[in-house]
């Protein structure tokens, strides 16, 4: 009791507008720990959530790499048909999309894979894409090359079961350096899909038993 009279006491010790200015102020630091701060969280924590499926969605519209066991697979999903007469040899700014055809390795060695696939480009020494795309395979290293329903240029190459592993690795953070052939052979039986934007660097080679390969940098996802 004694506690409270001097509490009373001390209370009444200030003026009315002390006391009311006290009151307001209380009643402020009150109402924002209880409104106000939850109410600036939550709208925090929902912009975050609104922003996430914006980011999936950003990474789905990137190229990615699409694994199979059987290129008929690779060929439905990503909707290319076989080469009409016409189309033989054009270059791959020329192509519609959704065709495939064949190319020989050498041609695909860094840089040409880089040259921009339009007749004129920003860079006035630019050049158009010297690939020309076959309907036919003629020789053992050639190398089957989609433009796919979205306009995508994939190159089609057979992987081992550790680099499929390393491909599907989600988020990814690092660039792979891999070594591929272009037809079934040993332990390379898994097809692997890669989009030009995803290939840093590309250089064929002999491999065993004069098989074709080729060594290559594949960019990190994120």
């Known amino acids: ?88 040899e054009l270059n791959l700014y020329q192509l519609p999309n959704g065709v495939y055809g064949w190319v020989e390795s050498h041609k695909l060695d860094t840089p040409n894979l880089w040259i921009p696939d339009a007749p004129f480009a920003e860079d006035s020494f630019a050049i158009p894409s010297s690939i020309q795309l076959r309907k036919e395979k003629k020789w053992g290293n050639d190398i089957e090359v989609h433009k796919d329903k979205d306009g995508v240029v994939r190159v089609q190459a057979f992987i081992t079961d550790n680099t499929r592993l390393q491909l599907q690795k989600p988020n990814r953070a690092e660039v792979l350096s891999l070594t591929v052939v272009f037809r079934a052979y040993s332990e390379y039986k898994f097809i692997a899909s890669l989009p030009r934007e995803s290939v840093e660097s590309f250089k064929h080679r002999e491999f065993s038993d004069s098989e074709t390969a080729a060594d290559i940098r594949v960019s990190k996802i994120v």
């Open 1 to 88: 009791m004694e506690i409270a009279k001097e509490v009373i006491n001390f209370w009444s010790s200030y003026s009315i507008g002390v006391r009311w200015t006290f009151f307001i102020l209380f009643a402020f630091i009150l109402i924002s720990w209880l409104f106000i701060i939850p109410f600036i969280q939550s709208k925090e924590s929902t912009t975050q959530i609104e922003t996430t499926p914006k980011k999936i969605e950003e990474l789905k519209q990137k190229p990615s790499v699409h694994l199979s066991n059987s290129i008929e697979e690779l060929r439905s999903l990503e909707e290319v048909r076989e080469l009409t007469n016409s189309e033989n």
